[in-house]
């Protein structure tokens, strides 16, 4: 910290009962009130430096010993009257970073200018501003907050903007060439007078890595940290991972730690209510969406945890709709970096029942699958014009673009899987608030593209979870869950459970239980080899184990591979029963249907649970059903 002394003589000034007066053998003759201290002071001193005290003295004559002068809008109260005063008397008085600005203002108030005297302590202030203060990495932090309590006066005459100037010229500077790092800086540093003389012994610091600067930035309040990183970020050459990890860093400093669960009156003070914490929320949210604002247009630049913290905060705070959808838009480029505990964002009204905010979630993927679609797989083909051009490239060359593409394709695609794993994992969580409707559920669930999922493991845990929180959904409705869910991609442990699941329709267990055995028949036509409880469920519902399936009818017409047919299994004397026990599932859905919509559905069974009796053969991994000649309509799904 750097600092200048002006002046010779003994400090002279006492004080007694607010009244300030300086020893001297001649009686006072002027009396200054600023605020609540009088001055009992001599005019000769201080109108010989004071162009404003000789125009106030000349405007009010007083035919009294002592003429008084009010300076009701003195800026730095008497603090800074004492520094003039002590100036204007030749008294020894400190001048630094911590108070430069008060008597810089306070002098311009009292016109101590060259006008007046030369060498005036307008002049000798901005000597040392621009030569010591502005020329130091800690002086410039402290100088420029020590604005704040000046504002006006600090933009008039271009405090504020010179010290942002010179914080931003620091910033971009090479880190090697900034003699105080931010460790040196938070232990004082070196104290120098003005002229460089040097108080304590010789050291030199150096910045640690490239952003030693974010913390002591930091310190500076919203409006001139928002000021200072424009600077910062409109020289271009600073990185803009430094600029996002920079607002990380102020970001924890100021925001409030606002918890991940809904929101209650104590989370902003006893009184919600209140002028006090309406006015600390309006504060905080102006903070946050200059944070915002801020944000390095880069992908990357700030991760995408920070991200959705953010949007946390401006939903409970009540930021503005542009302000969030902009982190929307951010997180969606890179939401493969998130976790299901991330997302899972407080709703932005009190008056919401469910627990979280399900909307801009599904704005968010929704934004993170119509990114631009992946390259080609394959080289791209030329028109007849270009062939010449297209032979004068190198085999290499086209090779090389090639695999470029590929890699990219491939990155791509690994990110949705990504996505798909985390919004499985998502709606594991939602899916236990009692008031989610099937409907968000569901069109979160459906908004992943089938590619993006290689297991159903992941949405068969939410679906269970869903159904257990929600007793009370009807069958119809249950079936209409359960169509998102495909069991060709079912492990057996998912297979096994499902098959037990007595929330499940029976259509979907029937379903399941058909697959694993054909899974099993395909392993090896082994079909024993499937779990006792499974081979027990088969049985108990009309359906031999114990027989593999017959070979495939070259008269068999196929179906879409997304349906799944059960007449391979030949068990006459008891596949009667399963179809009464699924007509009888399929009468009570449509009458459940009826009492929903008023209007009753088709009785036909789906092709998945149709059981004709003439025999099919596994083809890969799915039995395609045919129709007998005899059969009446076509099975849908």
């Known amino acids: 910290m750097k600092f200048m002394k002006l002046g010779s003589r003994p400090d002279t000034f006492y004080t007694t009962d607010a009244i300030r007066s300086v020893s001297s053998e001649v009686s006072s003759d002027l009396i200054i009130q600023v605020k609540g201290t009088r001055y009992l002071l001599h005019k000769f001193p201080l109108l010989s430096k004071s162009l404003r005290l000789q125009r106030l003295c000349s405007e009010s004559p007083d035919s009294s010993p002592h003429q008084i002068v009010h300076l009701p809008e003195f800026p730095g109260g008497d603090e800074a009257f004492d520094l003039c005063a002590k100036f204007?008397?030749?008294?020894?008085?400190?001048l630094s970073a911590y108070n430069i600005v008060a008597a810089r203002c306070a002098a311009e108030y009292l016109q101590m200018s060259e006008d007046v005297e030369k060498g005036n302590l307008i002049y000798k202030l901005e000597v040392?501003?621009?030569?010591?203060?502005?020329?130091?990495?800690?002086?410039?932090?402290?100088?420029?907050?020590?604005?704040?309590?000046?504002?006006?006066?600090?933009?008039?005459l271009r405090i504020t903007g010179r010290c942002i100037e010179a914080i931003a010229t620091k910033v971009l500077m090479n880190p090697s060439k900034v003699s105080l790092s931010h460790s040196q800086s938070r232990r004082g540093g070196d104290d120098l007078s003005c002229n460089g003389a040097e108080i304590q012994s010789q050291r030199t610091y150096k910045p640690a890595c490239?952003?030693?600067?974010?913390?002591?930035?930091?310190?500076?309040?919203?409006d001139l940290y928002w000021r200072t990183m424009?600077?910062?970020?409109?020289?271009?050459?600073?990185?803009?991972?430094?600029?996002?990890?920079?607002?990380?860093?102020?970001?924890?400093c100021w925001l409030p730690k606002i918890p991940i669960s809904r929101r209650t009156d104590s989370d902003l003070g006893s009184d919600s209510d209140s002028e006090g914490n309406v006015e600390i929320t309006s504060k905080t949210r102006v903070l946050l969406e200059s944070i915002i604002s801020l944000l390095p247009a880069e992908r990357g630049a700030v991760s995408c945890c920070f991200l959705l913290k953010l949007l946390?905060?401006?939903?409970?705070?009540?930021?503005?709709?542009?302000?969030?959808?902009?982190l929307a838009r951010r997180i969606g480029i890179q939401l493969q970096e998130a976790t299901a505990k991330d997302l899972l964002i407080p709703p932005p009204s009190q008056a919401s029942e469910l627990l979280h905010d399900v909307d801009i979630v599904m704005n968010i993927v929704e934004l993170f699958m119509l990114q631009s679609q992946s390259p080609p797989t394959s080289p791209p083909r030329f028109k007849s014009e270009f062939v010449e051009r297209r032979r004068s490239r190198s085999a290499e060359n086209i090779d090389l673009d090639f695999q470029e593409s590929r890699r990219s394709s491939s990155a791509s695609h690994g990110s949705k899987l990504k996505v798909a794993k985390i919004i499985d994992g998502y709606l594991q969580v939602i899916g236990r608030d009692i008031n989610l409707p099937l409907s968000k559920f569901m069109a979160l669930a459906k908004v992943i593209p089938d590619f993006a999922r290689i297991d159903h493991d992941d949405l068969y845990k939410a679906i269970d979870i869903y159904l257990k929180a929600h007793s009370d959904l009807t069958k119809g409705e249950r079936k209409r869950l359960c169509q998102i869910l495909d069991c060709k991609k079912l492990s057996m442990e998912a297979c096994m459970?499902?098959?037990?699941?007595?929330?499940?329709?029976?259509?979907?267990?029937v379903q399941v239980l058909f697959f694993e055995q054909a899974r099993a028949t395909k392993s090896g036509n082994k079909v024993a080899d499937l779990p006792g409880n499974i081979k027990a469920l088969l049985e108990s519902h009309g359906i031999d184990p114990s027989r593999p399936p017959a070979p495939l009818s070259t008269t068999t017409a196929s179906i879409p591979a997304d349906q799944w047919s059960v007449s391979g299994i030949k068990s006459p004397k008891r596949i009667p029963t399963l179809k009464m026990k699924l007509a009888e599932d399929e009468e009570l859905e449509e009458q459940d249907d009826m009492r929903q919509d008023g209007m009753g559905r088709s009785s036909k069974l789906r092709g998945l649970c149709v059981i004709p009796g003439r025999p099919k053969k596994m083809f890969g991994k799915f039995w395609y059903n045919g129709r007998s000649a005899n059969a009446n309509g076509n099975d849908k799904n």
């Not at 204007?88 to 400190?94: F, H, K, L, Q, S």
């Not at 946390?312 to 902009?326: H, R, V």
């Not at 459970?497 to 267990?509: C, I």
């Open 88 to 94: 204007c008397y030749g008294i020894t008085i400190t």
């Open 128 to 156: 040392f501003l621009n030569s010591c203060i502005l020329q130091g990495w800690r002086d410039s932090i402290v100088t420029l907050k020590t604005t704040r309590a000046f504002p006006l006066w600090s933009e008039d």
């Open 210 to 222: 490239k952003g030693w600067w974010a913390d002591d930035v930091a310190e500076l309040g919203i």
């Open 230 to 252: 424009i600077a910062i970020k409109s020289g271009g050459r600073l990185p803009s991972n430094l600029i996002g990890d920079a607002l990380k860093i102020y970001a924890s």
């Open 312 to 326: 946390k905060a401006a939903n409970i705070l009540g930021a503005s709709p542009s302000s969030k959808m902009e």
């Open 497 to 509: 459970h499902a098959a037990q699941n007595e929330m499940l329709p029976l259509r979907v267990v």
